[in-house]
Nanobody, 115 residues
């Protein structure tokens, strides 16, 4: 299974973006999927993830602004990002995990938020 992110771009502070992660196969077998981000010179941090049970975990910096969701029928994962800030700038990576394949990563999509 391969993951391809889309939806990144350049926006102004306060605006919104919706990222999408399209999988080449079924996502139902994954125990959890989610999004990480990496700013220049910094480590990759968890943004939000969603488990097969439907439970969602959102980072402190994303609470109230970011929402993760998935559509099994479309084999897709999404990240709705509202009230974006310049600190949200970075490369956003989609991942998927199960016990057989381990962790699969997409190549990332750039998000740039101007002040």
């Amino acid at each position: 299974v391969q993951l391809v992110e889309s939806g990144g771009g350049l926006v102004r502070a306060g605006e919104s973006l919706r990222l999408a992660c399209s999988a080449s196969g079924s996502i139902e077998a994954f125990g959890h999927m989610g999004w990480y981000r990496q700013a220049p010179g910094k480590q990759r941090d968890l943004v939000a993830n969603i488990y097969s049970s439907g439970m969602m975990v959102t980072s402190n910096f994303g609470k109230g602004r970011f929402t993760v969701s998935k559509d099994n029928a479309k084999n897709s994962l999404y990240l709705q990002m509202n009230s974006l800030k310049p600190d949200d700038t970075g490369v956003y990576y989609c991942y998927a995990w199960n016990s057989t394949l381990g962790t699969i990563w997409g190549l990332g999509t750039q998000v740039t938020v101007s002040s």
